[in-house]
C-alpha cells in the first residue's frame, strides 16, 4: 500500500466555495485512489490562515490571501497550489481557481439579459491590497455595450472601522441616491446579503427598485437574505478537483499541464433578487417573461404573440433593441438556461430534460449546448460533480 500523504487544506469551511473546494479534492483523491490524509480545521472566510509551525506533510492547497502565507510556503518549499483571486506567489506557487473576469462578464451578460440599463458595483470591502479584476470585467463588459457602471468602493481599512449599523447606514447613502431601476453586482454574496439589508433600511424594494446579484453563490447567505440572494456558481467543485490534479503533479514530480489554471464560472443561480424584467416596455417584458416561464414547452413564435398584445413587427425591433437578440434567440437561451438548471439541481437523464426544455429529440439539446456553451449537457453535468446519467447517449 502507497505511505499516506499528508496535504494541508488552509480553506475556509464557512462558506459554500470553501466546502465545494474541499469536496472536490476529496472527490479527485477518491477517483484517483490517492491515500491522502487531510489537515484541516473549521474555518471562517476571512480568517487568517497559516501552516502551524510543527507541521510536516507533503502539500498544501489553500486560498492565499496574504504575504506572510506566501512567504511561508515558499520558504518552506512545499507543493501547495493557491485556490484564491489573490495572485500572491505568482511566479512560484502555481494558482488554480475560478476565471475572475469570466465571471465579471457572465454577471454583465445576466444583468444585461434582465433589461438593465443602469448598473452599480459593489467591491469587497474585506479585502485589503487586492486588485479586483472581477469588478474590472464586469465594468467593462457593460462599457462594451455603451452602459456606465457606478461603484461603491471604500477604503477597507476605514470602512472596517465602522460598527455594522455605520455599515448599513454608507450604503444606504450611497443606494437612494443612485437612478433606477438599478442592478448591482456585489463582490460576493456577504457584501450582497448587505446591500439587501440596506435596501431595506432605505425603503427600497429588492428587486423593483433595485436588483441585486451576488459575485458568488453562498446558499446560506443567498436562504438568509430577504429576498433570497442570486448569486453566481463559480463551480468550486470542479476548481478543486483540478487543484488536486496539479498537487497531484507535483507530488509526483510531473510538470504542470498549466501553471494558472483559470475555470470557467458555471452559471448565474437566479434566485428572487433579481427576478424582474427591466425593460421600459410592459408588451416587451410581459413577453420576456412569457418565455421563460414558457421555456419547457414547445410553443412557438405564433403562440407568444397570441398571448402578448403587440405586433411581431414591434417585438422583433423592441427585443433588437433591448436585448440584442430576436424572440427566437431569446426563446433558445431560455430553454437552455431551463436545461442548465435541471442538469445542476437533479439527478435527470438528459432525454427527459430535453422534453421538459421544449425539445423535440435529445440531439437538439445536444446541438444547442454546443453551440451556445460549447460542451454537451452530460459533460456539463460531469463538470459539477454529478455524474452523467447512463441514458444520455444522445452526447456521443
Request: proline letters at 6%; hydrophobic letters at 40%; a neutral charge.
Amino acid at each position: 500500500m502507497n505511505q499516506a500523504k499528508r496535504i494541508a487544506l488552509l480553506i475556509d469551511t464557512a462558506t459554500s466555495w470553501g466546502q465545494g473546494l474541499i469536496e472536490g479534492i476529496a472527490s479527485f483523491a477518491r477517483d484517483h485512489e490517492r491515500n491522502w490524509l487531510f489537515s484541516i480545521e473549521p474555518r471562517g472566510k476571512y480568517d487568517r490562515m497559516l501552516l502551524p509551525p510543527t507541521w510536516r506533510g507533503s502539500g498544501v492547497i489553500a486560498r492565499l490571501t496574504h504575504a506572510d502565507l506566501a512567504n511561508q510556503l515558499i520558504s518552506l518549499k512545499i507543493p501547495a497550489v493557491n485556490v484564491s483571486w489573490y495572485s500572491l506567489g505568482a511566479s512560484v506557487i502555481p494558482r488554480c481557481t475560478c476565471d475572475e473576469q469570466a465571471a465579471g462578464k457572465l454577471a454583465a451578460d445576466y444583468l444585461l439579459g434582465q433589461g438593465y440599463r443602469q448598473f452599480a458595483y459593489c467591491g469587497s470591502t474585506l479585502r485589503t491590497n487586492y486588485h479586483d479584476r472581477f469588478g474590472e470585467a464586469f465594468r467593462s463588459a457593460l462599457a462594451n455595450r455603451g452602459r456606465e457602471c457606478r461603484s461603491f468602493q471604500p477604503e477597507p481599512a476605514e470602512f472596517a472601522q465602522l460598527d455594522s449599523e455605520a455599515q448599513l447606514r454608507r450604503l444606504s447613502d450611497w443606494l437612494v441616491e443612485l437612478p433606477r431601476p438599478l442592478a448591482v453586482l456585489a463582490f460576493d454574496d456577504i457584501q450582497g446579503r448587505q446591500i439587501t439589508e440596506a435596501c431595506a433600511q432605505a425603503g427600497l424594494l429588492v428587486p423593483q427598485d433595485i436588483a441585486v446579484l451576488g459575485g458568488e453563490h453562498d446558499q446560506l447567505s443567498s436562504r438568509i437574505s430577504s429576498p433570497e440572494l442570486s448569486g453566481i456558481d463559480q463551480d468550486p467543485l470542479e476548481v478543486g478537483y483540478h487543484a488536486a490534479e496539479m498537487l497531484d503533479q507535483l507530488l509526483r514530480g510531473e510538470p504542470l499541464k498549466q501553471f494558472n489554471q483559470m475555470l470557467p464560472p458555471r452559471r448565474v443561480v437566479a434566485r428572487r433578487s433579481t427576478d424582474k424584467i427591466a425593460l421600459p416596455d410592459d408588451m416587451l417584458s410581459m413577453a420576456v417573461r412569457y418565455i421563460r416561464e414558457h421555456a419547457g414547452e414547445n410553443f412557438q413564435i405564433e403562440d407568444l404573440l397570441a398571448e402578448v398584445p403587440i405586433s411581431r413587427r414591434a417585438m422583433e425591433l423592441g427585443f433588437r433593441k433591448h436585448l440584442g437578440r430576436s424572440p427566437r434567440e431569446e426563446i433558445r437561451r431560455a430553454r437552455i438556461e431551463r436545461a442548465v438548471q435541471l442538469l445542476c439541481d437533479t439527478d435527470w437523464p438528459v432525454t427527459r430534460i430535453a422534453s421538459a426544455c421544449g425539445f423535440d429529440r435529445p440531439e437538439l439539446l445536444t446541438r444547442a449546448f454546443r453551440r451556445e456553451l460549447d460542451t454537451t449537457p452530460s459533460k456539463f453535468r460531469k463538470r459539477g460533480g454529478r455524474p452523467a446519467h447512463t441514458q444520455s447517449e444522445c452526447d456521443a
